[in-house]
């Protein structure tokens, strides 16, 4: 069991044979995740992305399709930065670190789960979708890079905040010129 799990359920116990929750310990600790369970959240936040676009691929219109294969490889190349790290000696170690949980980390984990859509998803909702996710994805390594101690994990966190953001400007650029293009692209062929 985690520390933030034990926390949550309220096993931990003071030396004064207290709950932990009773003191200020309590409040310190329920802002805090380790750097694994971090690493763990985010690997599945981009397995995800990389099964959806994947699957999503077949099903938006033919000038969409490059960019959502783009995203699913883009996605992919993700998860094995993140698999990749284990190379690392002082990883390890640091997996069992206490940092603080960004803001932003219901709103990460919310991405975890895929939309449901039609057989036939309109371009303009896979692109809004994927533009929150880029967002999101953003402002979570953003804050873990500033959280993470120095090496692999943070610059790691640092490439990927930068990643996220040069997708996003593409994906704002794509959504630009499908509005101003005349709206949905129904011709799916």
Known sequence: MSLKTAVAKKNIMTTENKPIHEGQGYHKLKDKTTVGEIL??????????FAFYTA????????????VQELAD?????????????QY????????????TPPSDHRFSDYIQTPQLSELPDDQAILQYALGREQAAIEQYSALAEETPAGPIQELFRYLAHEELT???????????LVHSGGVSICRA
């Open 74 to 86: 883009e996605e992919k190349r993700h998860v094995e930065l993140f698999q990749g790290l284990s």
């Open 167 to 177: 997708h996003k400007n593409e994906l704002e650029k794509r959504y630009y010129e």
């Open 89 to 100: 000696p002082e990883v390890p170690a640091q997996m069992a670190e206490l940092i603080k």
């Open 56 to 67: 999503l691929k077949d099903k938006v219109s033919k000038r969409l399709r490059p960019l």
């Open 40 to 49: 763990e959240t985010a690997t599945a936040f981009e397995q995800t992305a």
